[in-house]
């Protein structure tokens, strides 16, 4: 661990790794949500299975979790090395005459995704590790639909959700094409990457929150 | 034109330095960025004040030594030149300037505008070579057919002059376009390939020695390049890198 946070190119290349099985991980987190738009007993059926499999709970679980520890930390331990890279600060600094905001600000796009995590987690996660190991409800394949709609019905937490899919979009933008760059792809596909991470950047978020309006607008009827 | 100037004062590496206005009349758009500042410090002198320390050497953007950030931007508002490239008329009449040192932890301040660039030379003493024989039985390097588009690139990654504005533009002063242009332009020749796993490794190393910051792929250093040089050869430079680090 040591000697790899000693070399910068392999400190970046583990932020890419990381951010490309993330981005990996995104595209099935939306494509399981997006169920609960189209058929929430699809929705409940596959949620089941994700919390109660054996190989996603306790080996693709901590795997993910791994990567986001080690995709934030590895974040700040780049953002602290880069800011001592330059002690005295300009006084004049045109950083957008040469980069656009996005690519500039990553930590900030991704601090407001960690902060959105923490909210994120404390909704679904730790309710249902709660549910399961702590409280130890039996099995119930039913409940996950109910469950998210419910969340999504006070007007503060879509809003916070569709806020933080929007800051998401913009860390997709900068991070998702920069991952092949540092793991030095720039070849004659580059153009074709950079336009799918545009494309994705934009479905992706935009499909979230989405789901997250949806569930606000059309309350389960009791 | 006249000018209003806002430039930084240090009096040597250890003094804490200042931004100190002045202003300067009577300049043409066909005068030189330099020759301002010449202009400018003939009259300090005559007026008994200590001129304004910048350097400069060739003045026809080939030797690299102009390091001014001009309005927040490296070698000013004008792309693909050096400071000593830039015009005045690209400024107008009653303009203010902003003239700074690069900044970097890396490259520290001398005196004025005048930064200490010898980390560059550092990284290339690391690696930046050849090793050649040249006890008489050298063997011409034309002996040896190359790929034209090889050679072109390898010619483009060359013509990087160390100048640093790739280290000023960057947010994190991230020395990698630099030090990927001078892996590069080896790296793709076959005289290059024989030493060029260590090359990479050591030159990277002394890189990360020095103090620069971690590349965040923001391409200001590609946009900022008096030369041109491309992200192409950071790519290329993290492959090589990463072959070489599996390699063992």
């Known amino acids: 661990m040591s000697k790899i946070i000693q070399s910068s190119i392999a400190r970046k290349v583990v932020m890419a790794l990381s951010g490309i099985f993330l981005v990996l991980f995104l595209a099935l987190h939306f494509t399981i949500n997006f169920t609960s738009v189209v058929s929430p007993d699809t929705f409940n059926e596959l949620s089941h299975f994700m919390g109660y499999n054996f190989i996603v709970q306790f080996i693709m679980q901590p795997i993910l979790i791994a990567g986001v520890v080690i995709h934030f930390v590895m974040g700040f331990v780049l953002e602290i090395q ?53 409280e130890a409800n039996p099995e119930d394949p039913t409940r996950y639909y109910a469950e998210t709609v419910e969340k999504f019905a006070p007007f503060w937490r879509t809003l916070l959700y569709v806020l933080s899919f929007g800051l998401l979009s913009l860390h997709l933008w900068h991070g998702f094409a920069s991952s092949f760059q540092t793991m030095g792809v720039n070849n004659k596909y580059t153009p074709s990457i950079v336009n799918f991470t545009k494309i994705y950047a934009v479905a992706i978020p935009l499909g979230f929150a989405f789901i997250a309006i949806y569930h606000h607008f059309n309350p389960i009827i009791h | 034109m006249k000018i209003y100037l806002k430039i930084w004062r240090q009096k040597d590496a250890s003094s804490k330095g200042k931004m100190v206005d002045y202003t300067v009349e009577g300049i043409e758009g066909d005068m030189s960025f330099l020759e301002m500042l010449d202009i400018l410090n003939e009259e300090l002198i005559s007026q008994g004040e200590e001129p304004i320390e910048f350097d400069h050497d060739c003045r026809e953007g080939i030797c690299g030594t102009c390091s001014l950030q001009i309005n927040g931007r490296p070698h000013g508002p004008d792309t693909r030149i050096t400071a000593c490239q830039l015009h005045m008329r690209s400024f107008k009449d009653g303009d203010t300037i902003t003239i700074e040192p690069f900044r970097a932890k890396a490259f520290p301040v001398v005196k004025d505008l005048i930064i200490d660039r010898s980390a560059f030379d550092r990284i290339q003493q690391a690696g930046g070579y050849i090793s050649v024989n040249t006890s008489g039985n050298t063997v011409d390097a034309n002996a040896i057919p190359i790929e034209k588009d090889k050679a072109d690139h390898s010619f483009n990654a060359a013509t990087c002059i160390g100048c640093g504005a790739c280290v000023a533009a960057c947010k994190n002063a991230s020395a990698m376009l630099f030090t990927s242009a001078k892996v590069s332009q080896f790296a793709l020749l076959p005289q290059g390939r024989v030493e060029a796993a260590d090359r990479v490794l050591n030159m990277v190393r002394q890189m990360d020695i020095e103090g620069f910051g971690n590349c965040t792929n923001t391409g200001a250093c590609e946009v900022e390049c008096p030369k041109g040089i491309s992200l192409e050869n950071i790519a290329r430079m993290n492959r090589e890198y990463l072959s070489a680090s599996i390699k063992g």
């Open chain 1, 82 to 134: 880069n800011n001592r890279a330059r002690g005295v600060k300009y006084v004049q600094y045109k950083g957008s005459a040469n980069a656009p905001w996005v690519s500039r600000n990553m930590i900030i796009s991704g601090a407001v995704i960690l902060a959105f995590l923490g909210l994120h987690f404390y909704d679904f996660w730790i309710h249902e590790m709660a549910y399961k190991y702590i």
